[in-house]
């Protein structure tokens, strides 16, 4: 079956204990990307991947980080989280003939204390 | 950066009427023009898009226009059903960044 799959899906942690949500895709699509979504303000891309290698940053990345070693994996790190990344986050893939139609992932709930 | 807006941010519409829900960009260079629909508690899911040689697309009961100059597009949903009810976004694309507008909520009253 097609989809983006994210881990965890929930996750309670405290103020600078890093933390890695995972996000795999099983489509073979080029692009990647994180955003968060928070009451009122939509989704927000906190950055995107066109391939391997090659990562950028959207909207919001102030204290994120992302990897892209492989094509189906695209890692959202959080060195030293705070109480303001308390937030949803979706993991989204997409085709390189279409690589903006965005295939997003579960979502994971985060909250930092 | 792109400045992207939705309009109205929350519809109520009685069921079998129609809806609109209009979006403003202002990056010229944009090209591509998606809307995206999340049910209460779901992941956000692609239901139209246009691009830029486009002025007009259709799909069964959702249609989305394309007006360059102006800078807008909008989603157009006929016969509303009670399964429309949602947060809709629009998403224009800027260069390789894909920027949502705050979503508009959609209820479909009974």
């Known amino acids: 079956e097609a989809q983006v799959t994210q881990n965890p899906r929930y996750l309670i942690t405290v103020t600078g204990k890093k933390l890695t949500v995972t996000c795999s895709q099983n489509m073979n699509h080029e692009y990647m990307s994180w955003y968060r979504q928070d009451p009122g303000l939509g989704l927000r891309q906190i950055y995107y991947?066109?391939?391997?290698?090659?990562?950028d940053k959207g909207d919001v990345p102030e204290g994120y980080k992302v990897s892209r070693k492989e094509k189906r994996n695209f890692p959202l790190i959080l060195e030293s989280p705070s109480p303001n990344q308390t937030s949803l986050y979706f993991c989204?893939?997409?085709?390189?003939?279409?690589?903006?139609?965005?295939?997003f992932g579960p979502g994971t709930r985060l909250t930092v204390t | 950066g792109e400045n992207v807006e939705q309009h109205p941010s929350t519809l109520s519409v009685q069921e079998g009427d129609s809806a609109v829900i209009k979006c403003t960009y202002s990056?010229?260079?944009?090209?591509?023009f998606p809307w995206y629909k999340q049910e209460l508690g779901k992941r956000p899911q692609l239901i139209i898009d246009?691009?830029?040689?486009?002025g007009e697309k259709k799909d069964q009961r959702i249609a989305v226009t394309l007006n360059k100059t102006a800078k807008h597009f909008s989603l157009h949903i006929t016969e509303t059903q009670p399964e429309d009810s949602a947060v809709y976004f629009c998403a224009p694309l800027e260069e390789d960044k894909i920027i949502f507008g705050k979503g508009t909520r959609l209820h479909i009253l009974p």
């Open positions: 246009i691009r830029s040689n486009v």
């Open positions: 990056d010229s260079a944009s090209n591509y």
């Open positions: 989204a893939s997409g085709d390189s003939g279409t690589p903006y139609e965005q295939y």
């Open positions: 991947s066109m391939n391997v290698e090659v990562t």
